[in-house]
C-alpha cells in the first residue's frame, strides 16, 4: 500500500513533497484537504498542528507532518541511495539541514506576502512584505554563489524545498530580477529542466496568481 500524502494544492511545502517523492520514484496516494478541514478530528487526530503536508505510511504504521521532516523519512526509507540527503557525511548533512531552515524562513516572508492579500485584507502585496521577500532572495543569491545547487554541486532534497517557493514568487508573486539574481535565475533554470518541475508546480502557481489577482474567489 503506497504511503497517503495529504496536501493543500497550492502550498509550496506541499509541491515539494510530491517533486520529492517524483525524484525517487515513489507513487503517492495523494489527498487534498481544504484549509477549512484541518481542524476535523480526523485530521487532528493525524496532526495535532493542523497543518500540511502530512504523511501517512500504513506499511510502517507512521505518520509524520512538516514537509522537511517527511522528505527526509521518505529519501531514507524509499531511495534507492542517499544522494538527495547524504545523512552519512556529517558536513553535507549540516548544511542541508541549515537549508532546510533557510526555507522556513522564506516561506514564512511569502506567506506574509500573500496572506493578507488572500484574506481580503490588503489589495496588493506591500511594499514592505515585497522588500522582506527580496531581501531573503539575496541570501539565496550568496547560498548559490560557485555552486550549481543550494547546498553544493548536487541536487538535495533543500533544492527541491526552496524550488516550490521561488516558483511561486517568480510566477504568482512578482519576476525575479536576472541582473540583481543571476545565481538564482540560473538555478531556477535547471529546477525546471526537471521532469515533474511543472507537473508538481504550473498549475498551482497559476491558481495561486488567480487568487492574488482576485480573479478566483477569496480564500
Known sequence: MSPKLYIFSLSPPSRAVLMIAKAIGLELDVEIVERENL???EMLQLNPQHTVPILVDPEENFTIWDSHAIAVYLVGQYAEDDSLYQKNDPKKTAVIN???QFD???????KAAFLP???GVQDD???EARDNIIETLGFLEIFLKDKAWVAGDDMTVADLSILAIVSTINDALFPIDPERFPNIIEWYGRGKELPYFEECNKEANERFKELIKHEIPLL
Do not use: A, G, P, W
Open 39 to 41: 481542524r476535523t478530528e
Open 98 to 100: 541549515q537549508r532546510f
Open 104 to 110: 522556513s524562513v522564506l516561506f514564512e516572508k511569502c
Open 117 to 119: 492579500v488572500i484574506m
Open 125 to 127: 502585496i506591500s511594499e
